[in-house]
């Protein structure tokens, strides 16, 4: 398994981007294919990006679609989210894990986006 390091997470105002990084420590990380994931206070984990183990493959919540780009480099063990024209609805905690197969795990600790309007 991996473990994995979120960073990127800011203030930014409503129409804004920022770029999130997890990095990933462990020789493993190039086989799983990876995700991102969200948490709004009050409201259930949901389903954000995930990017197949090659990065020849992505698929994205419809609500982010066209917005939001998920990427990995495996040379560096990171998978990142560049997220654009971004919400206010987008604030919320933003996780990244680990496909494997069965379930999503290692989940890395979050971290913050806030958009103001």
């Known amino acids: 398994q991996v473990q994995l390091v979120e960073s990127g997470g800011g203030l930014v105002q409503a129409g804004g981007s920022l770029r999130l990084s997890c990095a990933a420590s462990?020789?493993?990380?190039?086989?799983?294919?990876m995700g991102w994931f969200r948490q709004a206070p009050g409201k259930e984990r949901e389903f954000v990006a995930r990017?197949?183990?090659?990065?020849?493959?992505?698929n994205y919540a419809d609500s982010v679609k066209g917005r939001f780009t998920i990427s990995r480099d495996n040379a560096k063990n990171t998978v990142y989210l560049q997220m654009n024209s971004l919400k206010r609805e987008d604030t919320a905690v933003y996780y990244c894990?680990?496909?494997?197969?069965?379930?999503?795990?290692?989940w890395g600790q979050g971290t913050q986006v806030t958009v103001s309007s």
């Open positions: 894990a680990a496909d494997y197969g069965s379930s999503w795990g290692s």
């Open positions: 462990g020789r493993t990380f190039s086989s799983y294919a």
């Open positions: 990017i197949t183990w090659s990065g020849g493959n992505t």
